[in-house]
């Protein structure tokens, strides 16, 4: 009765096979004794410690199937009124503002790889006359901020049936300007407020904020919503992302 | 009694024979929430730390759990698990055995008062651990619905889409960040004063760690309302 519709995917388990294989039962209760030290030693610092990490990323994993069942595919997010838009938007990358390197939209392509039929490059001009879908939406930070954003873009499901991707894949990658990568599962990419974002409240997005392609979706905290996209990937193996190879969550949902 | 005649007796005459202040599970649920507690206040104060609501405040590095933002995230999304799970348990069999409406039920206003009297004449009463006074019943019951409310935002901040409903109850987005925020306060406050009392009077540690006194077992007698000292 409470079953969910279908099976809970099991992509992320078999992407995280080795953490997940790495629980035995050692492990476990080295992490417990861990745990129980800790109680007594506040303020020593444990976490960095290779079986604790293992532990919590299992952890982690873990928390990644859980949300992908709480999911729910045609949900929308709370939308608000172009007056609440914060102009300029956030900056926010892994380095400061003054270091973005501004990408020259003549020359720039978007490169397809992965399990796509079409696979020939797009160009800003051919990406910015595709029809646009405008959301003004909430982004939310892992760090605890927020502010109101108005994005538009081509809807990113419509972009992926444009090019013949297969929608049963696992995972749409990222592949960054700036070295940064990340993915979304496929669910994620298909809803109907994920887009690939080419403005701002109206105007073409600033170099700060992702110039030419950036994605924008309603449902994951603000480090999935890649900038500076060079290429997009379609696949089902799962690579650890620039954040979460660090230690953040991967599936990130809101 | 003594701890021979504990000694004496199997494991399955003393439950037939007598029942404790706190029973078994309640202890195990105790000191399990201690540990989640412990953990998701040390991992909160790093989450909070990164994006601070106040200006003037920062828990010191020495305080927190977590090197890192991810480490902070990684123990509070661990702990949300243990404190959770824990938590329905400890409600669920509070409720279910009529543990909470023998010890924390009914609240007397006037008991209230005389209580309080007590306490800032320093006369507060501790001989009998078995029954609550009117403050104990209150900040028991509080941080409870604390604990719950703490866990709804939490929710409501982990998913503000998913759980949309729920999150536009408490309005922004910095205003489920704010709630969260001061349950954590009230619950730090409440272990603050737990703690204090519990040293003072440290017969209560020994109680929750072996069950302390026998309590009368005809449930009867205990369901009606202890006499005001």
Known sequence: MFRPERPVDQSVLTGNRKLVDAIDRRNVLRGTLSLGALTLLSGCDVTEEEPVQTFLRAVSAWNDRVQSVIFRPDHLAPTFSPAQVVKPPRFNAYYDVADVKPIDGASWRLELSGRIA???????????????????????????????????????????????????????????????????????????????????ANETIADPFGYPLRLRTSTKLGYKNAKWIRAIEVTNTFTETFWSEQGFNWFAGI | ???????????????????????????????????????????????????VLFGWLHFPDALIIGKWAQH??????????IFVLNGLAYLSYGIASGRFRQKLLPISLRELFATIGDALRFHLAHDDLTHYNAVQKILYLGVMLIGILIVISGLALWKPVQFSDLASLFGTFQTIRLVHFLCMTAIVGFLAVHIALALLVPQTILAMLTGGPVVKSDAAADAKPTPAR
């Open chain 2, 1 to 51: 009694m003594s701890a021979s005649s504990v000694k004496s007796l199997t494991r399955k005459e003393l439950a037939h024979k007598e029942r404790r202040l706190h029973p078994l599970p309640v202890r195990v649920m105790h000191w399990i929430n201690a540990v989640a507690i412990f953990i998701m206040i040390g991992s909160g104060w790093k989450i909070y730390n990164d994006d």
């Open chain 2, 72 to 81: 902070g995230l990684q123990w509070h999304f661990f702990g949300m698990w």
């Open chain 1, 118 to 200: 079409d696979k020939r490059p797009w160009t800003a001009r051919q990406i910015y006359d595709l029809p646009q879908q405008e959301i003004i939406i909430r982004h939310v930070c892992v760090e605890g901020w927020d502010y109101i954003g108005q994005w538009s873009g081509p809807n990113l499901k419509n972009f992926l049936e444009r090019v013949g991707a297969d929608l049963t894949a696992k995972y749409v990658y990222f592949h960054c300007n700036d070295d940064y990568t990340e993915s979304i599962d496929m669910a994620a990419a298909l809803h109907p407020q994920t887009i690939l974002a080419t403005r701002y």
